[in-house]
T-cell receptor, first 115, second 109 residues
Framework: IAGITQAPTSQILAAGRRMTLRCTQD?????MYWYRQDLGLGLRLIHY???????GKGEVPDGYSVSRANTDDFPLTLASAVPSQTSVYFC??????????????FGAGSRLTVL | GQNIDQPTEMTATEGAIVQINCTYQ??????LFWYQQHAGEAPTFLSY??LDGLEEKGRFSSFLSRSKGYSYLLLKELQMKDSASYLC??????????WGAGTKLIIKP
């Protein structure tokens, strides 16, 4: 089934530890995104990638890094986790980014708790 | 600044009709999306409007007025499975989606 796979589904992490959230899509979409979703707030964009080999900063990039070595994979790394990074993280993809009608397809999410 | 305003929560009865409103202020405009998100799940696409007017898709319809910065999602013949959050998201001049906090819709029998 075509779509986006995220791993892990959930994780409890000690503050200061490094963590990588994995995201893989099989739809050959050019654009990929990482969002975080917190209670009472809208989805907030962390980083995005318009195409393989390029990345850009979103609304809340501090403390996070991404890479886009190929079309399918877009991992998100927390270099040194802090409690404020406790959230649900969604990876998404779309055929492109710079046009209006590109529909985002979301992964199932990764619930991260930093203690 | 950019801002999305939609009600936090709404309650409706099974079989009825409900309208979820969204007002927005963005730097430029490149269409507006509505997504549905069931609790604990990912958002899924419902509709896209770029021109003024009503787009109908089965039980769901979405309306846009660009001059008023206003959209609504209309759900007819409500079913229990429609209990979910509904997210309004316009795209700005940089093609970035600006997400509202969502409206939690509770359907009662």
């Amino acid at each position: 089934i075509a779509g986006i796979t995220q791993a892990p589904t959930s994780q409890i992490l000690a503050a200061g530890r490094r963590m990588t959230l994995r995201c893989t899509q099989d739809m050959r979409h050019n654009a990929m995104y990482w969002y975080r979703q917190d209670l009472g707030l809208g989805l907030r964009l962390i980083h995005y990638s318009n195409t393989a080999g390029t990345t850009g900063k979103g609304e809340v990039p501090d403390g996070y890094s991404v890479s886009r070595a190929n079309t399918d994979d877009f991992p998100l790394t927390l270099a040194s986790a802090v409690p404020s990074q406790t959230s649900v993280y969604f990876c998404a993809s779309s055929p492109g980014r710079d046009s209006g009608a590109n529909v985002l397809t979301f992964g199932a999410g990764s619930r991260l708790t930093v203690l | 600044g950019q801002n999305i305003d939609q009600p936090t929560e709404m309650t409706a009865t099974e079989g009825a009709i409900v309208q979820i409103n969204c007002t927005y202020q963005t730097s430029g405009f490149n269409g507006l999306f509505w997504y549905q998100q069931h609790a604990g799940e990912a958002p899924t696409f419902l509709s896209y409007n770029v021109l003024d007017g009503l787009e109908e898709k089965g039980r769901f319809s979405s309306f846009l007025s660009r001059s008023k910065g206003y959209s609504y999602l209309l759900l007819k013949e409500l079913q229990m499975k429609d209990s979910a959050s509904y997210l309004c998201a316009p795209k700005d001049s940089n093609y970035q989606l600006i997400w509202g906090a969502g409206t939690k819709l509770i359907i009662k029998p």
